[in-house]
């Protein structure tokens, strides 16, 4: 398990270095990147209401969906828009195998939403990996965040959360410097 960690960390060790973050209001955004876990219960119904609002304001966006291939996974794979990683596109410590799959995240995007309910490397790697003024993360135990804004559902449903998260993004203000 310590020789796991330590390559997870020498992996995100050798990621660019973040430029420093700026609040980005919904309404401003031009790109939306957006992760998720496929195995949660409520995702394809909370991943609809996302795309949808991105859509009903003309955002571009793109999603990449981590698949775990547990019982209860939704399966993305039917539909063309999403960037789908499967366990074998990973090496054992959850590090993806080619940068074929994330090269589309090489561009900057406005903003970022992880929606995982968990800490899990792959879709932290992931959202350090990617260029994003904004980023916004679900709560987790882990200190190492990589994001701007945590948020956190009352009742851990990810359709909650996406609403209060598009509710925060639409209603506070940037500073004006």
Request: aromatic share 12%; net charge neutral; hydrophobic share 35%.
């Amino acid at each position: 398990m310590l020789f796991k960690k330590r390559l997870q960390n020498r992996a995100v060790e050798r990621l660019k270095k973040r430029a420093p973050s700026n609040f980005m209001p919904i309404g401003n955004a031009h790109r939306v990147a957006f992760i998720l876990e496929s195995d949660e219960e409520g995702i394809e119904e909370s991943v609809d209401y996302l795309v949808k609002e991105l859509i009903d304001r003309g955002i571009k966006w793109i999603g990449m969906v981590v698949e775990r291939h547990n019982k209860r996974s939704v399966d993305f794979s039917h539909r063309g828009d999403f960037i789908i990683i499967r366990n074998t596109d990973l090496t054992y410590y959850g590090l993806p195998k080619s940068i074929d799959k994330i090269e589309q995240l090489n561009e900057k995007f406005d903003i970022l939403i992880d929606i995982s309910a968990n800490y899990e490397f792959t879709t932290h790697y992931i959202s350090r990996y990617i260029d994003a003024t904004f980023k916004v993360g679900r709560y987790s135990s882990e200190s190492d965040s990589a994001y701007d804004f945590i948020a956190k559902a009352a009742d851990d449903n990810p359709l909650q959360y996406i609403k209060q998260v598009i509710h925060y993004l639409e209603s506070i203000k940037p500073a004006r410097l």
